[in-house]
């Protein structure tokens, strides 16, 4: 009964994400490609683990990394539901979102910086300009707390996958097909996010176990 259990779990999955299938059919299509986001994602650990010399030095990286690309991920999300609302003005939008880069960066960067202190100060802070946000970030202090590098490294691909795949829509995909602007609904956009970090779970399941051998 495994295979029928199966089968009804792919559909109720088929379902959940029937709404950007588009958007998902896209994204798979370039899996074969050196660029695809999760063949990225999975690079750049790599990358991580030969520069740092234990282990570490390594988990502070990948923390970093999360909490960055996760920032990174919500302007994503804004502009993507940005060009919707505007779609006459999208590919100007798109632009200027691209203009801003270094700037946007470098906002970032600081607010990572904020957030690292306060989860290496053990969930202290004496006061930073982002401790309104420091309440999002409980999950993660209590897995590193705990040196859960597997939750840590898991959090890493799916956030890794997010980041470069919303910057594959933007770029890519929007700037080519603009039938795609009206299916990125805040919902739809949300719902693209927790697709992609469960299909980051999954690929790394099937494609390196040893990943985790760091
Ligand atoms: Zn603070």
């Known amino acids: 009964m495994e295979f029928i259990k199966n089968y009804e779990k792919d559909l109720v999955y088929i ?5 950007i299938s588009k958007i ?3 994204y798979v299509s370039t899996e074969s490609q050196e660029d695809f986001p999760f063949t990225l994602a999975k690079q750049t650990l790599i990358n991580l683990k030969n520069t740092t010399t234990d282990r570490n030095e390594l988990m502070i990286f990948v923390l970093e990394d999360i909490i960055y690309s996760s920032l990174y991920s919500t302007y994503y999300e804004q502009i993507l539901v940005t060009v919707r609302e505007n779609p006459d003005v999208a590919q100007k ?3 200027v979102f691209d203009e801003n880069t270094e700037e946007r960066e470098r906002i970032i960067s600081d607010q990572t910086e904020n957030h690292i202190k306060f989860i290496q100060n053990n969930g202290f802070c004496k006061g930073c300009s982002d401790c309104a946000n420091h309440s999002d970030l409980e999950e ?3 897995n590193w707390d705990n040196n859960n590098f597997n939750f840590l ?3 890493y691909l799916g956030m890794q996958n997010i980041q470069n795949s919303m910057e594959q829509l933007l770029y890519e995909f929007l700037l080519e097909d603009s039938t795609l602007y009206p299916l990125l609904t805040i919902e739809n956009v949300i719902k693209y996010r927790t697709y992609l970090y469960d299909d980051a779970q999954k ?3 099937e494609y390196d176990k040893n990943i985790l051998n760091i």
């Open 153 to 155: 490294v898991n959090m």
């Open 24 to 26: 998902i059919d896209l």
């Open 15 to 19: 379902n959940k994400y029937k709404s």
């Open 203 to 205: 690929r790394m399941e």
């Open 140 to 142: 993660l202090r209590q």
């Open 93 to 95: 939008l798109i632009t």
